[in-house]
């Protein structure tokens, strides 16, 4: 393709949902457009984003990604194309309506990429809702409305609850369920601020939500990258859910279909690039729903790139200059394509962080709109371990999903019910005070399989404290006696388990009642000191050696140990 000048929309102003989580897929098609010797041009107004620092992209426009200051760029810059996908949805709307205006035909810019038509097709609810019956893929039972009294007459035909929907929304922007009708025009007012179109669906809460990665050249080759898999039910926004990579709960029947329909789905819909495939997912049978289809990088493809060590944004933007899968190098070995599925033997978590305390009167309630501010992304063997792990680095004072202060909650049956940004850690005390896993899961429909993990943890967390004798010897027993009781066949092994399950020093030496004897930061040393002479430290030598035959993966290799 001879493209010698290409124009990226960025992200927009910083905003929840926007600018941050798309930085990393700017950054990365800049650098994959550089590769080529493309001068690049970006028009983004956030200064802190890594794509607008000096060097990545060649041109750099603090202006806003919106027609008419887009417009006046390409009159004065002249490019041969314009890469709409990496900007989120700000950019997204932004290249669709300099479509419709006739701006990118008139000073002759090709999209590269994805044709502006298939964005369009996914983007209008009821022309997506169309495109999908085409090919036989079950959408949610839904109606498209653009006014108040169409939406009312829309929810009374589908029966209540509805949930409404707003097109052309990042972030689930003026969506929410509605149970009455009351609640029905308070929301589709709302909707309405945000989108001409409002979408009416039949309420689907309680479903699983599973998400797959999935890329496509021009030649029609497709492959899932990533698939993954929301702890929450269907009725908590993806960005405001806890996401766990690769799924854990899918049956090998229920993951092929799955990954199948995506690949029929970006096929007919004529993608080329990355796109997010969203399903809703009967957890009773191998009933779903395609949710939406987002043609572009979204949080959930920065998350996939860094699960899985496939850099999706770099690889769409390659795609999206004409290359084929198969020309391609594997960024990871360098010799073999990009034309592969990732296999992961270990375990991703992405949690989110809010931070409500911060503003008053907002309600802490999670629901299908977006409210968090950031998230992090833990790396573990085991779903316990990358578990804990995330919930040490969210900013709440946390140690993990037990062992942590004291928190106070009025009615548990309610903050089960009714999640908010601690939920987590309502299903940890609900636990520690004697809810059954079938009640939880009954109040949260939250995955039997993920309550049972999390029941793991609080059941070595009592195990542990079953050992706090050992915190009294510590006061008046030198360290060659007090040896002699640690080295207990059970204790050692217990040791073991709770590290391989993501307890730190510190939760143990807290479960192990030491900070009864000593502060908790001498507690977690005095626990890692115990745990190198009884000999529980990671297989460094395997680690070792893994490194040395893959050096590539270094990193990978130790982050999942460690």
């Known amino acids: ?99 419709r205006r006739g701006v990118l035909e008139q000073y002759g810019v090709k999209v590269l990429g994805t044709p502006v038509q298939a964005i369009i097709d996914t983007e209008d609810r009821d022309l997506f809702v169309r495109r999908l019956d085409e090919i036989g893929v079950k959408t949610i039972k839904s109606e498209a409305c653009s006014t108040v009294d169409e939406v009312r007459q829309a929810a009374t035909a589908l029966g ?146 860094k699960a899985t060590g496939y850099p999706l944004a770099f690889v769409a933007a390659k795609l999206g200059l004409g290359y084929g899968l198969f020309d391609l190098k594997n960024s990871v070995t360098k010799t073999t394509t990009a034309f592969f599925e990732p296999a992961l033997d270990y375990v991703v978590c992405k949690i989110p962080r809010w931070d409500l305390t911060k503003f008053r009167g907002v309600s802490r309630e999670l629901g299908s709109s977006m409210k968090s501010v950031g998230e992090v992304m833990a790396i573990g063997r085991t779903f316990e371990e990358a578990l804990q792990k995330g919930l040490r680095m969210i900013g709440q004072g946390m140690h993990g999903f037990v062992s942590n202060h004291e928190i106070k909650i009025g009615d548990i049956d309610k903050a089960l019910h009714e999640p908010t940004d601690m939920r987590i850690f309502v299903v940890s005390k609900a636990l520690q005070i004697g809810y059954t896993i079938e009640q939880i899961h009954q109040l949260t429909m939250i995955d039997r399989w993920f309550l049972q993990k999390l029941k793991h943890i609080v059941d070595i967390d009592l195990r542990l404290r079953s050992f706090a004798q050992y915190s009294e010897l510590v006061a008046f027993m030198d360290n060659t006696e007090l040896m002699e009781y640690l080295e207990a066949p059970e204790f050692v092994e217990l040791l073991r388990e709770a590290k391989i399950y993501g307890f730190s020093d510190f939760q143990i030496g807290r479960a192990l009642g030491l900070e009864n004897q000593m502060n908790m930061e001498k507690a977690g040393l005095l626990v890692r000191q115990w745990r190198k002479e009884l000999g529980v430290v990671p297989v460094v030598s395997q680690i070792d050696t893994l490194a040395a035959e893959y050096p590539a993966q270094t990193n990978y290799l130790y982050l999942s140990y460690l």
């Not at 417009?71 to 989120?88: H, V, Y």
């Not at 009416?200 to 698939?227: A, F, P």
């Open 1 to 99: 393709m001879d493209v010698k000048k290409v124009l990226l929309l960025g992200s927009g102003a910083l905003k929840i949902g926007q600018a941050g989580e798309f930085d990393y897929s700017g950054s990365q098609a800049l650098k994959a457009l550089k590769e080529e010797g493309i001068h690049t041009v970006l028009v983004n107004p956030n200064i802190a984003t890594v794509q607008t620092s000096e060097g990545v992209a060649d041109t750099v426009y603090f202006q806003p990604v919106n027609p008419d200051f887009v417009a006046r760029i390409i009159e004065k810059e002249r490019p041969d194309g314009i890469l709409l996908s990496f900007g989120g949805q700000t950019a997204l709307n932004c290249g669709v309506e300099l479509y």
């Open 160 to 305: 209540f609850p509805v949930i409404l929907r707003a097109a052309y929304a990042l972030g689930g922007l003026g969506s929410g369920f509605c149970d009455n009708e009351e609640q029905l025009v308070a929301q589709a007012e709302e909707a309405f601020s945000f989108s001409p179109q409002v979408l009416v669906e039949k309420s689907l809460k309680g479903w699983k939500e599973i998400e797959y990665e999935v890329v496509r050249d021009r030649y029609d080759n497709c492959i899932t990258v990533c698939n993954m898999e929301n702890l929450d039910p269907l009725g908590i926004h993806t960005g405001e859910s806890i996401v766990v990579a690769p799924s854990q709960t899918l049956s090998n029947s229920e993951y092929h279909k799955l990954r199948a329909l995506a690949i029929r789905i970006i096929r007919h819909i004529g993608i080329v690039g990355e796109c997010n495939v969203q399903y809703a997912l009967d957890p009773d049978s191998e009933d779903y729903r395609v949710i939406e289809v987002n043609a572009r990088l979204s949080r959930s493809s920065a998350l996939a790139s």
